[in-house]
């Protein structure tokens, strides 16, 4: 293995899917879909907003790994993709310093997920292992790619797997408070 840190992001990306599984699996569809109010999200619309925002990243890990990736202005910058990386490292960490919103380009799909949210999350999380693994013939810390949200801010490879794993398992833990909330539906005997 070319990048050895991949395999303990993969494990944490694994558990993530696993967590999700055993903690929502069994919810029904009015609890997945339960929120406080319309400006928080419901259990679903924090894992629909986990697939929503990996899977743009998915043409830039295909591109790197077949060698097709250009680099653009914002990416040949002398250190500015270390810059970006570093400060997007320091904000999205598992366990939120602060409340942040997020971009446009990441936002959930629906307002109203299926009973099938769940799986199709672990299913999700499989191709991005999938798209990590396929990447791991470059070297992370040179390759450098852009984020979904904005054309500036540019980061290696090696930030952007740590960030997007980051912040899975910061979305799985929003997901969980919900389910901890006073006002959240029990399950009817």
Known sequence: MNNPYLQGLVRRIEKVSQDAEDTFGNLTNEQLNWKLNHEKWSIGQCLDHLIVSNTTYFPQFEQLARGAKRKTIWESLPGWPQLCGYMLLRTITPDPRQKMSA????????????PTIVAEFAAHNQV???????????DHRRA??????????????HDACHILTNHEERHLRQAKRVMELEEFPLFKE
């Not at 380009?105 to 299926?114: C, I």
């Open 103 to 114: 971009p446009a380009a990441f936002m959930p799909q629906r307002s109203e997920v299926p």
């Open 128 to 138: 991005f292992i999938k798209y990590l693994q396929e990447t791991d013939a470059i």
């Open 144 to 157: 450098i790619m852009t984020s979904p949200a904005s054309s500036f801010i540019t980061y290696s490879l």
